[in-house]
């Protein structure tokens, strides 16, 4: 007896319709099961590292792959390469670059809708931030003596700030544009003194700090930034600077928005509105409310079973240390890594971790030992990020010499 190709497919329709019922009740659900994790860009000696967890190091239309190479142990000297995601065909697009660490390296990134990528670093003892036309392959020179902030794949404009450990004489933020050069100053650290006088004071009193570490919104409405003074002159480590604050400016606004004296490791939500932070907190910088996430035990809870000397109440969703989170593009989870003892695991070990923004649920989807990779005196993270679809996730493993690329992609 053949069944009618009508009710076929009616019953097909009928098995999609659940499924997607499903996907939508439970965003972890395409995540539980049957994902491939693996290099991005598999290579025998030599690290591939993607930057950081505010910049996706895929390309918006999904066809390629950006990373910094090296064959040095500590990961402070190599190049900016792309890699075709189908072919496996790789191009170098600058080399000869110091890097200030192997955690973000040259901060490479996407810009102008995959036209263009941009990068900074050192080279023949000049900090400088490049960019490179896909369509030309030709490297161009955008500033001396500044470094990129953190821009959005679809834009034109890329923040700059001065270096950390020495500023000089322009301690400002700046917006360059990378089609035609022009720049231009919207936010002085004299505007945030006058915005913030009590605060500013209190932390810097007559010292001259300057706007460090730049993120602009994904609507590039907003961007927000830390404080940073310059407390030595060697950029390859930790007394370099000491940096302080949580700064949010509206560049349509034009004024400041949002104040707090803690930087955790935020990243911009797709609204452009709110920021992901640490232990999956988001911040409304409209507001400056912080609104946990609904799955973590409360503050109640934690202090009840330390009173009675009891472990926490179990709960969907396990808070995290060392993380560095940021939300998919359809808003619904958060990807960050953690070392594993929250998880009853060794420190050495750490996690890619996904949870629902909705508190129910939470799953991990990669362990590993993070203890070695490149020798640098600041480590690399994994770093997690979604890929522009969602449907993959990227971060940097350090569990052999070198510290790769990975690749997570849901079934």
Known sequence: MKTHPIL??????GLSLV???QST????????SGVKIGPAAPQDGRHTMHSY?????????GSHVLFYASTARDGHRGEVCIRDRKTGEEKVLATNINAEDAHRVACQQWVSNGKRVVFHGERDKEWFVGCVDLDTMKERVLARGQLAGWSQP???IVPLYSPHWKPGAHPDLDLINVVNGEKQTPVTVAALKQAYPDWFNQTFGEQHPSIFFPILSPDLNRVFFKMALATGDDPRSKSASARQGLICYSLAAKKFIFMSPKWGHPSWQPDSKHITEMHFATIDTDTGRII?????PTKADRAKAAAENKPVPDSPVHDVSGDHPSMSPDGKLIVTDTVMTSFGGERKYWGVVLTDVKGKGQIIIHKFDNSHGAESWRVSHPHPVFSPDGKRIYFNVSSGPWTQ???AERP
């Open 292 to 296: 946990s996430n609904p799955g973590l």
């Open 8 to 13: 076929l497919t009616l019953a097909w329709l």
């Open 25 to 32: 009740d439970d965003p972890l659900a395409p995540w539980r």
């Open 405 to 407: 690329l990975f690749v």
């Open 53 to 61: 967890f505010n910049a996706c190091p895929e390309s918006p239309d």
């Open 154 to 156: 679809n834009a034109d």
């Open 19 to 21: 499924a997607s019922a």
